[in-house]
Structures are given as C-alpha cells and as structure tokens.
C-alpha cells in the first residue's frame, strides 16, 4: 500500500529524529524543524509515530520490509555454549 506525502527523506529523517530525542528526554511535546510543535498523549503515541516513519522511510526507499543480519565468527574467542558467558569471565 503506497503512502502519498509531499515530504522528502530527509524531512521524515528530521521528523523522526525529533521524535526520538523526545522519547530520549522523556518529554511528551515534540518541536519539528519547520518549527511546529505536536504534545502527544503518552510515549505510546510517540512510539507508533516512529513507527509510521520508518514505514515511511523504508517505502520512500523501495525497501519493504526491516532486515536485520547478526554476524557470526569462528574465532573460538568467546565462550562456547549455553552458561559459560559467567564460567569462563
């Protein structure tokens, strides 16, 4: 489903940044940097809104889902197996 805006990337990066900042500071009024103000009614609603632009962001990319990849080594570095993390450090 395609989400018309007249925004731009890099005014819904600004957005979300400010968004994240207020969740940061705890506060529940978040300035923009066109300078509006929005007091949301918890961090709830400040949450879903992050959520709303980083839907935004990734279908203003061409992306259509969050991937994420963790790394694996076979250094033999770290501790093998469950509960050995405390036995070994």
């Known amino acids: 489903m395609a989400i018309q805006t007249n925004l731009t990337q890099a005014q ?3 957005a979300l ?13 978040v300035t923009f940097a ?11 609603a400040i949450l879903k809104a992050i ?3 980083e839907d935004l962001l990734r279908e ?7 991937r ?11 501790p093998q197996g469950a509960g050995r993390l405390f036995d070994t450090w």
């Open 60 to 66: 203003m990319g061409g992306q259509s889902e969050t």
């Open 12 to 14: 819904v990066q600004s």
């Open 68 to 78: 994420c990849a963790f790394g694996q080594t076979k250094r033999g570095d770290g």
């Open 17 to 29: 940044d400010a968004l994240r900042l207020a969740m940061l500071s705890g506060t529940l009024k």
């Open 34 to 44: 066109d300078g509006k103000s929005q007091e949301f009614q918890n961090t709830e």
């Open 51 to 53: 959520a709303a632009g």
